[in-house]
């Protein structure tokens, strides 16, 4: 599902521990990092798209976290040319995004990145809060700076509580 002006809707999905650190997961087959991500289906709910995601790509269920925060709005960034598939209908040139920030309830050994038939990532690790500016693909620094800078309060709030 993409919209008029070629952006795909998306859930990011950041989740922390008890300690402030944020999941980093490793694509795989692949030298790259990210936070866990997936496109909103048609007609499905924002909060249904994060669980399924959350559930496809580290095999967490909902009852494993907590919804601390979100971004109020979308957050948007571009492919680079290169990665534009021009030949698709419609074309999509980036994703709107809405990123959700989730404390790690369950033991972290709940986390499985081979629960499906087709895993994202190989490996992850915790890193601190702002980490991953530094490391992810320069086309998603922005949008990551802008949910971390947006989420940052409501999970000092968490951890203080």
């Given at each position: 599902m993409i919209d008029s002006r070629?952006?795909?809707?998306n859930v990011g999905i950041?989740?922390?521990?008890s300690r402030g650190?944020?999941?980093?997961?490793k694509r795989i087959g692949q030298d790259a990092w990210q936070f866990p991500q997936g496109g909103i289906r048609h007609g499905e709910r924002l909060q249904h798209a994060l669980?399924?995601?959350?559930k496809e790509e580290?095999?967490?269920d909902p009852e494993d976290v907590?919804?601390?925060s979100s971004t109020k709005g979308w957050l948007y960034y571009q492919l680079p040319k290169n990665l534009i598939r021009q030949h698709s209908s419609p074309v999509c040139i980036g994703q709107k995004q809405k990123w959700y920030l989730l404390g790690l309830r369950a033991p972290e050994d709940k986390i499985d990145l081979v629960?499906?038939?087709?895993?994202?990532f190989d490996d992850w690790q915790w890193v601190s809060f702002w980490y991953p500016l530094s490391q992810v693909i320069d086309f998603k620094r922005e949008v990551y700076?802008?949910?971390?800078?947006?989420?940052?309060v409501p999970l000092n709030q968490s951890l203080r509580a």
């Amino acid at each position: 599902m993409i919209d008029s002006r070629g952006f795909r809707p998306n859930v990011g999905i950041i989740i922390c521990n008890s300690r402030g650190q944020l999941l980093w997961a490793k694509r795989i087959g692949q030298d790259a990092w990210q936070f866990p991500q997936g496109g909103i289906r048609h007609g499905e709910r924002l909060q249904h798209a994060l669980f399924r995601e959350l559930k496809e790509e580290v095999g967490l269920d909902p009852e494993d976290v907590e919804i601390i925060s979100s971004t109020k709005g979308w957050l948007y960034y571009q492919l680079p040319k290169n990665l534009i598939r021009q030949h698709s209908s419609p074309v999509c040139i980036g994703q709107k995004q809405k990123w959700y920030l989730l404390g790690l309830r369950a033991p972290e050994d709940k986390i499985d990145l081979v629960s499906n038939n087709t895993p994202e990532f190989d490996d992850w690790q915790w890193v601190s809060f702002w980490y991953p500016l530094s490391q992810v693909i320069d086309f998603k620094r922005e949008v990551y700076r802008q949910a971390l800078k947006e989420l940052v309060v409501p999970l000092n709030q968490s951890l203080r509580a």
